[in-house]
């Protein structure tokens, strides 16, 4: 089968294309799955980069989907020719946060699914949302999950709420359209005018230029009639987070998901215990939550956005486009 391979961790000139043995049949609790898609991450952008440590030959790539192609002995969730994606954390069943590392993260601390087939236990993936392209449920094992964790689950997001999303990447745009779907009024910010024009018509009430006006968060204070926002998509981390305090409500929610400036400074604690606002660090989420995403997101009939497809064997020209900051939503590949 062909794979992707990371020779040695620290820059994309050392992503090889392999040709490896399949795997055979799978054992009891298992499925084998033929893998059509990936969709690109800032994670596996850290892990192929060296940012994150992980073993030479590692195969990358967190997200994955594809077809059932067998089921182990005891395996009675799946069947052949079923549609699946998988979990960003394979062990993470269900309950509060019990992970705090990546060692069983597909792509990172386990080969991922840059290749055309695994096999792996069962409970590493769940049902595809039903009338989706392999590269639209790609989207959704980290991009995905992590948008309905923040604004769903920990946020019990309601109709009338209001929602500051930061930049126009993948968790971001996701972000906006579970907003949108379920009745929230959504700001969203970036540094390309013709990237907010392109939010406003996913539905964007209100759109800010970061570079023209960095001191947003008091703009989305008067936007917001005084009041801020009840929840914040952090993506820049301590680089935006001041901001994020400024223009979020007293006592709403700031959910961290990413640390995108890699800045040092005040971060505005102050401002954020006189605001009571609860700011939570947050890592995608947990298989019975992608569970619950997959039947929300069918119900609601959201559509992930897509800005361009590149095939396995240009794994490192789509790192490429990603590092360009150039895309708007995700950047699958496609086997």
């Given at each position: 089968?062909?794979?992707v391979?990371l020779?040695?961790p620290g820059g994309?000139?050392?992503?090889?294309?392999?040709?490896?043995?399949?795997?055979?049949?799978p054992?009891a609790?298992?499925?084998?799955?033929?893998?059509?898609?990936?969709?690109?991450?800032?994670?596996d952008?850290?892990?192929?980069r060296?940012?994150?440590p992980?073993?030479d030959?590692r195969?990358?790539m967190?997200d994955?989907?594809?077809?059932?192609?067998?089921?182990?002995?005891?395996?009675t969730e799946?069947?052949?020719?079923?549609?699946?994606?998988?979990c960003f954390?394979p062990l993470?069943q269900?309950?509060?946060p019990?992970i705090?590392?990546f060692s069983q993260?597909?792509?990172?601390?386990?080969d991922?699914y840059?290749r055309?087939?695994v096999?792996?236990p069962a409970?590493?993936f769940?049902k595809a949302?039903?009338?989706?392209?392999h590269?639209?449920?790609?989207?959704?094992?980290?991009a995905g999950?992590?948008?309905w964790?923040?604004?769903?689950?920990?946020?019990?997001?309601k109709?009338?709420?209001?929602v500051?999303v930061?930049?126009?990447g993948?968790?971001?745009?996701?972000a906006?359209q579970?907003a949108?779907?379920?009745?929230?009024t959504?700001i969203?910010?970036?540094?390309?005018?013709?990237?907010?024009e392109r939010?406003?018509?996913?539905?964007?009430?209100h759109t800010?230029n970061?570079k023209?006006?960095?001191e947003w968060?008091?703009?989305v204070?008067r936007?917001t009639?005084?009041?801020?926002v009840?929840?914040?998509i952090?993506?820049?981390?301590?680089g935006?987070?001041p901001q994020?305090?400024e223009?979020?409500r007293?006592g709403?929610?700031?959910q961290l998901?990413?640390?995108l400036?890699?800045?040092q400074g005040?971060p505005?604690?102050?401002?954020?215990?006189?605001?009571q606002?609860?700011?939570?660090?947050?890592i995608?989420?947990?298989?019975?939550?992608?569970?619950?995403?997959?039947r929300g997101?069918e119900?609601l009939?959201?559509?992930?956005v897509?800005?361009r497809?590149?095939?396995?064997?240009?794994?490192?020209?789509a790192?490429?486009?990603e590092?360009?900051?150039q895309?708007?939503?995700?950047i699958?590949?496609?086997?």
């Amino acid at each position: 089968m062909k794979a992707v391979k990371l020779s040695a961790p620290g820059g994309l000139d050392r992503l090889q294309v392999v040709d490896l043995p399949e795997p055979g049949a799978p054992a009891a609790g298992e499925i084998r799955v033929r893998i059509h898609a990936s969709s690109v991450n800032f994670h596996d952008y850290a892990v192929v980069r060296g940012f994150i440590p992980a073993a030479d030959g590692r195969i990358p790539m967190a997200d994955g989907a594809g077809l059932v192609e067998a089921v182990g002995k005891d395996v009675t969730e799946f069947k052949v020719g079923d549609r699946v994606l998988s979990c960003f954390f394979p062990l993470w069943q269900d309950g509060p946060p019990v992970i705090a590392d990546f060692s069983q993260t597909p792509g990172d601390g386990l080969d991922g699914y840059a290749r055309e087939v695994v096999v792996a236990p069962a409970t590493g993936f769940t049902k595809a949302p039903a009338g989706f392209s392999h590269a639209e449920a790609a989207t959704l094992t980290t991009a995905g999950l992590t948008a309905w964790r923040a604004l769903v689950v920990e946020g019990q997001l309601k109709a009338g709420d209001t929602v500051l999303v930061m930049g126009t990447g993948g968790v971001s745009i996701c972000a906006l359209q579970l907003a949108k779907l379920m009745g929230a009024t959504v700001i969203a910010t970036s540094s390309s005018d013709r990237k907010l024009e392109r939010v406003k018509a996913l539905g964007a009430a209100h759109t800010i230029n970061y570079k023209q006006d960095p001191e947003w968060g008091a703009t989305v204070q008067r936007l917001t009639h005084g009041l801020g926002v009840d929840h914040v998509i952090e993506t820049g981390g301590p680089g935006t987070l001041p901001q994020s305090i400024e223009a979020v409500r007293t006592g709403g929610r700031i959910q961290l998901i990413g640390t995108l400036t890699r800045l040092q400074g005040d971060p505005g604690l102050t401002n954020m215990m006189r605001k009571q606002a609860r700011l939570q660090g947050l890592i995608v989420g947990n298989r019975r939550q992608q569970q619950e995403m997959v039947r929300g997101i069918e119900v609601l009939g959201l559509k992930p956005v897509i800005d361009r497809i590149f095939a396995l064997e240009s794994l490192a020209d789509a790192f490429r486009y990603e590092e360009s900051g150039q895309h708007f939503g995700k950047i699958c590949i496609e086997l």
